[in-house]
């Protein structure tokens, strides 16, 4: 076992239940970063509602400070969020690091090159020459 240098199709390359782990840490950034969008817009919503009632003479005074309340809220609120992902991003990180490391200890660019080639040839062109 000491010699095993593995293979992308090998089920011990990376194990499953960590590759799926993996994919799902990067399915939750892509929703963090959607939800931290969605929430900064309407971050950006809410500081422009708040001035347009202070620049509005007719705005009551506790509806100026209501308005800033709620954004100084949603703004605690990304803060949280940013803190989540950029947690999920050093873990990410962490793992395409640990990931390019293997793959450049254990395999050179040639053996890569020859199993991505391998890999088409048996899935574009097998059964190919049946039909002939």
Known sequence: MDNYRGGFGDE????LDFTRLMQSCSHDLTYICELLAKLS???NLL????DGFNRNSFAKKDDIEDAIDRAEDLGKIIDKVINVLERQVILYADYLKTKNEYIDVNFSINDIIK???EHHIIQHHEGNDEKK
Do not use: M
């Not at 011990?12 to 194990?15: A, H, P, Y």
């Not at 500081?47 to 708040?50: C, D, F, M, N, T």
């Open 115 to 117: 199993n991505e080639l």
């Open 12 to 15: 011990n390359f990376i194990t």
């Open 47 to 50: 500081i422009v509602s708040a």
């Open 41 to 43: 817009g309407t971050y």
